[in-house]
RNA sequence: CGGGGCGUAGCGCAGCCUGGCAGCGCAUCUGCUUUGGGAGCAGAGGGUCGCAGGUUCGAAUCCUGCCGCCCCGACCA
């Protein structure tokens, strides 16, 4: 893409109800425009990112053989009413009349929208397990939205929902999904701590939530140390192995780590030595239940075992808060000149800054070096708009591309390009042909 | 929901108290000079001053009502 025609509105200044790094380098960066409180536009930089997240939570499901789907934003009351939650989840459901003065809603969440689908679709034990999940928009009408997107009230989120026969499957489709969330955020360059959650008016015989750290988390957290030390991204496992899919999650809910509401000093001493202790601020990226038969008794989820007996399926839910995580990560990767991609979410691969736009060898130059880095499959975007060095670099800083190549009249006579590593900011001289080379190393 | 604050150009703000041509910086456009970390000079464009009503010869400014937004707290994915 060349940024002279890419659609990336920058501001030099902070907006002055940005808070909150995130927000500030969103807006600044021209990711995200404000349209209503708690409600953003998604622009081209800001969405390319969100896509990026979406298909790693794609692919991590796939693996897993969960079932993607896709259902409506605006739901009927009736099914609610049906369910009893109509009435009980309260003004942070957005309430909608059609025109024939049908009640309806904006979904925030979809569990008896899925069970119904289940329950139209599956009667018999041969169908299961199942796992269906989607990535939609949610409308929660929070009383105070704010930090940009980090609690917005439209959000994006994956929601998925499994049905098993017995608690011992249940339990596994659990622990799968333990499994498969601990790879999606360590793809994203993420270390996202599970923590025993409550389980809260939702119920359920397990829960956890995954927090990732910032300064500006919204809850303080307390665990274990050892969780620096884990391998959290290269661990290759056969879901259908029950065994070794239980011991990662053991090797993980064995150490101490709670979120404030549920933390206990006494326990966190006794499990944990003192100079194993850490505490800090996390950000709550997912959260995972599984509910046994709480929900699908009263909704009547029931299917045929081989006995012919119609039983209750055991469930779980289970969410990643997939705009949330636009902002987590910048919270969790950035410096004082902006934002600092992990190579997996950013929006393009690789930046080329044109340093003398106008002038007839660099120009070449830089075409050339554009054309053959996307032959290379590199995703590019060409800086060859004409402003001055000072402005490019600081734009380029901002948007944290994970590589940013300078090009100017003293490398085309030298015949080299500095190529700067975002994150450590380490500046290095490759020759023109050996670029693409250099950054996939 | 309680408390505090703010709505004036794309962004950041001044002007309001004490009514009298709607301004400044950045950004944008044109020209010239520049050009390896947010250039200089000269010029230009861009506004229902959040909305509605009132007071007044005259309202961004005073009064009333409404709307929107932000921050702190409580609450919550």
Redesign the pocket.
């Given at each position: 893409m060349r940024l002279s025609k890419f659609f990336m509105?920058?501001?030099?200044?902070?907006?002055?109800?940005?808070?909150?790094v995130s927000?500030k380098y969103m807006l600044?960066a021209g990711m995200i425009r404000?349209e209503?409180?708690?409600?953003y536009s998604w622009l081209p930089l800001g969405l390319k990112v969100l896509k990026k997240i979406e298909n790693i939570v794609h692919e991590e499901q796939a693996k897993t053989g969960a079932n993607e789907l896709l259902m409506p934003t605006i739901q009927s009351a009736d099914l609610w009413r049906q369910s009893g939650r109509y009435e009980d989840y309260g003004?942070?459901m957005l309430r909608i009349t059609d025109r024939h003065d049908r009640d309806m809603l904006y979904g925030p969440t979809n569990e008896e929208m899925i069970t119904s689908i289940f329950k139209s679709g599956v009667q018999s034990y041969k169908d299961m397990p199942l796992n269906l999940y989607h990535i939609q928009w949610?409308f929660?009408d929070?009383?105070?939205?704010?930090?940009g997107i980090?609690?917005?009230?439209e959000?994006l989120?994956k929601d998925g929902y499994s049905f098993d026969m017995t608690p011992q499957e249940g339990k596994h489709a659990y622990n799968k999904m333990f499994v498969a969330y601990l790879r999606t955020y360590a793809r994203m360059g993420l270390k996202a701590i599970p923590m025993r959650a409550d389980t809260?008016?939702?119920g359920g015989d397990s829960s956890h939530?995954f927090l990732i750290l910032a300064d500006t988390g919204?809850?303080e957290v307390f665990f274990d140390k050892a969780f620096y030390d884990m391998d959290w991204s290269t661990f290759e496992i056969d879901y259908d192995d029950k065994q070794a899919v239980a011991s990662v999650v053991d090797d993980f809910t064995s150490k101490y780590a709670a979120a404030e509401e549920i933390h206990n000093q006494e326990e966190f001493d006794a499990k944990v030595p003192k100079d194993r202790q850490v505490s800090g601020r996390g950000i709550?990226v997912g959260?995972i239940f599984f509910f046994g038969t709480k929900y699908s008794k009263p909704l009547g989820a029931l299917v045929q075992d081989a006995e012919g007996n119609q039983v209750p399926v055991q469930s779980g839910s289970y969410?990643i808060?997939v705009?949330?995580l636009v902002g987590g990560i910048i919270e969790a990767s950035h410096d004082e000149?902006g934002i600092i991609w992990p190579q997996a979410v950013a929006p393009f691969d690789v930046g080329i800054i044109n340093?003398?736009s106008?002038d007839a060898a660099t120009d070449k130059q830089c075409e050339q070096l554009y054309g053959d880095l996307q032959a290379a499959g590199f995703d590019v975007l060409y800086d060859d708009r004409d402003?001055?060095?000072?402005?490019?670099?600081?734009?380029?800083?901002?948007i944290g591309l994970p590589w940013?190549i300078?090009?100017?009249?003293?490398?085309?006579?030298s015949g080299m390009a500095?190529v700067?590593n975002r994150k450590s900011g380490e500046?290095t001289d490759v020759p023109f042909s050996d670029v693409g080379k250099f950054i996939s190393q």
């Open positions: 509105p920058i501001l030099r200044d902070d907006p002055k109800e940005a808070e909150i927000h600044r404000q209503s409180a708690g409600i003004k942070e949610k929660r929070e009383v105070r939205p704010r930090f980090m609690r917005g009230r959000f989120m809260g008016p939702i939530e919204e809850s709550e959260h969410g808060g705009s949330r000149n340093l003398k106008g402003d001055r060095a000072g402005a490019k670099f600081a734009r380029m800083d901002l940013a300078t090009v100017g009249p003293r490398g085309v006579k500095e700067k500046k």
